[in-house]
């Protein structure tokens, strides 16, 4: 596909629930982010990839969060025992390497919310 | 540590007419870049234009121009010939050279009256 893509777009689930989101970057790009974004505020950064590895996971909230990048495109961002204070927009986004490689790309964000 | 402050949490505009949005930052880095982004009720973040804070030259694009001060750590976005489409939420972001990890302002939301 031609831009970042973000499964599912919205997630409900319940209170202490496991939850995981998926994000396909764009095609050659080899680093990966995501950002979580709360009602009304900006984006926070959570985690950054290069290639397969975790570059940098400094703005990961706790150990209830964690994200995996295997083959170094698909990546997948995982909550355990989620609680309401994780509701937000999870957006991911890709960049190059190289060239013009300090612009970001999003995709359309996931939307959870723990009932 | 990096920081962004969009003093203005919404802005109006009349149809054709020209908005300026305010964004001053504060960052240790030499080497850094500036955004604004623009976020519709899509949730689709998308990049309106970009500053590399080595370049005193201010960047534009089409309808969009910014006022980049560095020695202020100012770096406000002018719409001009607004149109309805420009409604949004626009973010003001920084980027060091290192991860190119961002840091977004609040953001301000632009209504557009027709």
């Known amino acids: 596909g031609a831009g970042v893509s973000q499964t599912p777009s919205n997630k409900v689930t319940e209170k202490g629930k496991y939850v995981e989101l998926r994000c396909d970057p764009i095609?050659?790009?080899?680093?990966l982010y995501w950002y979580r974004q709360s009602l009304g505020q900006g984006p926070e950064f959570l985690i950054y990839?290069?290639?397969?590895?975790?570059?940098?996971d400094s703005g990961l909230p706790n150990d209830r969060f964690f994200a995996v990048r295997p083959e170094g495109s698909v990546s997948t961002l995982k909550i355990q025992r989620t609680e309401r204070g994780d509701s937000a927009v999870y957006l991911c986004?890709?960049?190059?390497?190289?060239?013009?490689?300090?612009?970001?790309?999003f995709g359309p964000g996931t939307r959870l919310l723990v009932l | 540590a990096q920081t962004v402050t969009q003093s203005q949490p919404e802005m109006s505009v009349q149809e054709a007419e020209t908005v300026t949005l305010s964004c001053t930052y504060d960052?240790?880095?030499?080497?850094?870049?500036l955004f604004w982004y623009k976020q519709p009720p899509s949730r689709q973040m998308i990049l309106v234009i970009r500053q590399e804070a080595y370049k005193q030259q201010n960047a534009t694009e089409n309808r969009f121009s910014v006022n980049f001060q560095k020695a202020a750590k100012s770096f406000s976005l002018k719409i001009s010939d607004s149109q309805l489409g420009d409604a949004a939420m626009y973010f003001c972001v920084l980027s060091g050279a290192g991860s190119y990890q961002l840091t977004f302002g609040k953001g301000t939301k632009l209504s557009v009256i027709p």
């Open positions: 095609s050659g790009h080899t680093a």
């Open positions: 986004a890709s960049r190059l390497t190289g060239r013009a490689r300090e612009t970001q790309y």
């Open positions: 990839f290069q290639g397969t590895g975790a570059a940098d």
């Open positions: 960052t240790s880095e030499s080497d850094y870049y």
